[in-house]
């Protein structure tokens, strides 16, 4: 009797017990973006697995719940990063597979632009496991409130630097641009220090300076990690934007070129 | 990697008291926490690159990015089928109706 019970307390791998997944984002600013529902979630795990910015994040998250894998590791110099990301939503699956209640935590929105976050959900689900997603603040929450957008009033497209590109993604420039990962444009791997190559930076002002005023400029930004830090907002020319070291967690932001154009039957409905 | 300015950092956004007495006095809980020049001048400088260099000595591989690179294969292309073409059926001529004719089951 007392043996069955203590079987069933503490299942063995692939035993049948049902494994879960959560995955979440943490935010950008250490512990003060994560909504109490990811709190929740990362302290009632069994297991938190993590890929986060800096160590006091880790150190952070540990506090939370000492029972963590870091996921860093995956990455290597030279190691394509899709291979490190397939590899970290293996890590994942197997503990929900195993039967364990896993909380993946990623920094930012575990949505937005998070490979593993989706694989693992995926691989997750495909195992017949339940498997969700809570929100997170995304660096495009931050570049809103500390520029003082207001996407509403101006509209606003949003693409990954690599992928506008290479697919000629079609834009209006006469609408809020921002382009992701700028900092790691055409870039397949890591590496230590890493910031945008020249040479492929001068490929993008070559795509967007056509659609710009000569003298229009680009803001720089990167979120706030801390509450005792600033975020970064640079505004540069467009044009001599290849010249400016630009780091991967950089998110580049295009204001609009300003437009009369207007459609004047619509204009007419609101004519006083 | 400095653990002790981690756990600096932790103990400032877990502890509302630290971080009240960090803003009110930072040399006194620089020293407390027995922080290096170097870590008091990243914090000090409010730059967070700076501060990302003091925590990790830099040698940190970079995770700032979590998302593939976009995938340069290209779509499956469709088969073509082979399509037998067929005839199109010659467009039948409308019937002439007579000037004035009366409609069939037309009403007056």
Not at chain 1, 212 to 232: G, L, M, N, W
Request: charged share 25%.
């Amino acid at each position: 009797m007392q043996r069955g019970r203590r079987r069933a307390a503490a299942p063995p791998p692939e035993s049948g017990a049902r494994g879960s997944l959560v995955v979440v984002g943490i935010g950008l600013m250490l512990g003060r973006h994560t909504t109490t529902e990811t709190l929740d979630a990362i302290q009632r795990a069994e297991h938190v697995f993590h890929l986060l910015t800096n160590p006091a994040a880790e150190a952070w998250i540990r506090q939370l719940n000492p029972r963590t894998t870091a996921l860093g590791d995956c990455f290597h110099e030279g190691k394509s990063r899709s291979e490190s990301y397939a590899e970290m939503a293996e890590r994942i699956v197997a503990a929900v597979r195993a039967g364990e209640q896993v909380c993946a935590a990623f920094y930012g929105h575990p949505g937005v632009l998070v490979s593993p976050a989706y694989q693992a959900l995926v691989g997750a689900r495909r195992a017949g496991c339940p498997a969700r997603m809570l929100p997170g603040i995304s660096a495009e929450d931050c570049l809103f409130a500390d520029l003082t957008i207001d996407p509403r009033g101006l509209g606003w497209q949003s693409f990954e630097a690599s992928d506008f590109l290479l697919r000629q993604r079609r834009f209006d420039p006469t609408v809020a641009l921002i382009l992701w990962q700028v900092g790691v444009l055409g870039e397949p791997s890591v590496r230590r220090r890493m910031q945008a190559r020249a040479d492929r930076l001068q490929v993008l002002v070559e795509t967007l300076t056509p659609h710009y005023p000569r003298r229009h400029q680009a803001i720089v930004y990167e979120a706030s990690e801390f509450p005792i830090t600033d975020p970064v907002i640079d505004r540069v020319l467009l044009r001599r934007l290849a010249e400016q070291p630009l780091y991967p967690k950089t998110t580049l932001y295009i204001p609009p070129r300003p437009t009369t154009a207007q459609n004047r039957r619509v204009a007419g409905w609101f004519a006083p | 990697m400095s653990e002790n300015l981690s756990h600096f950092l932790v103990t400032l956004v877990s502890n509302p008291d630290r971080m009240a007495a960090y803003l009110a006095d930072p040399d006194r809980v620089f020293e407390e926490a027995g922080l290096t020049p170097e870590e008091r001048e990243a914090i000090r400088s409010r730059d967070g690159r700076k501060l990302d260099e003091a925590l990790t000595d830099g040698f940190r591989l970079q995770s700032y990015v979590n998302n593939d690179m976009p995938t340069t294969e290209k779509a499956p292309t469709r088969r073509k089928k082979s399509v037998v073409k067929k005839k199109k059926p010659a467009a039948r001529k409308p019937a002439r109706r007579k000037k004035g004719g009366k409609k069939k089951g037309s009403k007056r």
